[in-house]
């Protein structure tokens, strides 16, 4: 079945996506855009609390993600529920990222850039090298999965990819209209947020993307590296 959308943002944890683009996803969903959330992992590792047991953090990281996305005018959010800190490179988990980027058609897919080097978590390097592998060829190519052709998923051609967390910034987005929605997302993610709702960080934010917004003419963007794909 397919069900276009334009946009397709592929998170490795809840709360990567809010970080990483969620300006932008606000300005696009205010256009019209339709936008949709892959998140990879179930995110059940990340706490330091010592009370809290895997799959309860699991279950509130997903109603986080889930009130995230609503506030940001995401359509629909799919949860592929890998272990968090598990996530493999794997024939799996590229086919299923193939299979949805056949089912919704994305012009636009937005992930972690996997080639931040050092220190990086490995669910993003993985969920950034997996999709951009999804996106070409696989997900191009009408011999690659015979099963998904079958089921009616033909090939498609992503036209531009964004990735967050990028070393070489090449294009900014303006998000000074929706930096306080972003803010509002941010804050649903209770559970990875600590003391991180003060004042004084949410200035720190702002001032990063300020710094972001550097040689434009608006004050505040998110920075990605861009490719656009000519097919
Ligand atoms: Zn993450």
Redesign the pocket.
């Known amino acids: 079945m397919i069900k276009q959308a334009q946009v397709m943002v592929v998170t ?2 809840p ?2 996506a809010e970080f990483g683009v969620a300006g932008t996803v606000a300005r696009w969903t205010g256009e019209g855009k339709d936008v949709i959330y892959v998140v990879c992992t179930n995110g059940d590792k990340g706490t330091s609390d010592t009370d809290v047991k895997p799959n309860e953090l699991a279950s509130i990281r997903e109603q986080e993600q889930l009130a995230a996305a609503k506030l940001l005018g995401v359509r629909e959010v799919i949860f592929l529920h890998y272990p968090d800190q598990a996530l493999e490179d794997t024939p799996e988990f590229r086919k299923e990222i193939v299979r949805l980027i056949r089912m919704y058609r994305p012009e636009t897919v937005v992930t972690a850039d996997p080639y931040r080097r050092y220190i990086w ?1 490995r ?2 390097r993985i969920t950034g090298q997996v999709t951009l592998d999804a996106i070409f060829p696989y997900a191009r190519d009408s011999l690659a999965y015979p099963d998904l052709l079958k089921q009616g998923l033909q090939p498609h051609k992503v036209k531009e990819v964004l990735l967050w967390g990028s070393e070489e910034p090449n294009h900014h987005s303006n998000i000074t209209d929706t930096f306080d929605i972003k803010i509002a997302a941010l804050r649903c993610h209770k559970s990875q947020l600590g003391d991180s709702t003060s004042p004084e960080s949410e200035q720190r934010l702002r001032e990063r993307h300020r710094k972001m917004a550097e040689g434009e003419d608006y004050e505040l963007a998110e920075a990605f590296h861009r490719l656009e794909i000519h097919w």
């Open positions: 490795p944890h709360d990567d978590h669910d993003h």
